[in-house]
């Protein structure tokens, strides 16, 4: 197997299965209404705001791994839901779709790109999509730290 190939497979498990920590996955899985919009004491944010926060994040670095033409929304604002509760249920099931899909629309980049997963992108500031992997893994499992310790704090996480 070609180095790149087995690194393109190390990033792929990192931003489907956690490794080390559980995935996004199974951090949001079985969350109500009521739960997914408590922002306990000491807490900033929801797990609602956490998990649109990936979504947004994601799908921006998406685009932007994409080419030249994407805008990033303006930073704080347009990166949190300003209120702690989803609309409706399903808004929190197609915000948690949208986060998978668009997982699966990068890894499809990695795999098209091959050995150019290297390559600085010609707009940007020193960005590669190898880089973008690991700031999408990184974010994502950092947030996704904070949701299952936000379930702990409300008891429902096992």
Do not use: C
């Amino acid at each position: 197997m070609p180095h790149t190939d087995f690194i393109i497979d190390e990033l792929v498990a990192l931003l489907e299965e956690g490794n080390a920590h559980a995935s996004f996955e199974k951090a949001v899985k079985g969350l109500t209404i009521p739960f997914l919009s408590k922002v306990p004491d000491g807490s900033a944010y929801s797990i609602w705001q956490l998990i649109e926060h990936i979504r947004i994040a994601q799908w921006d670095i998406l685009e932007f791994s994409k080419g030249p033409g994407h805008k990033s929304p303006e930073w704080p604002d347009g990166y949190w839901p300003k209120d702690p509760a989803p609309p409706n249920e399903h808004a929190v099931k197609k915000s948690v779709q949208q986060v998978m899909t668009d997982r699966n629309a990068f890894i499809r980049l990695l795999h098209q790109a091959g050995e150019n997963i290297y390559k600085l992108f010609p707009y940007g500031d020193g960005q590669s999509l190898f880089r973008e992997a690991l700031v999408i893994a990184d974010h994502t499992s950092y947030h996704t730290g904070e949701i299952i310790l936000l379930r702990r704090i409300m008891g429902i996480w096992h």
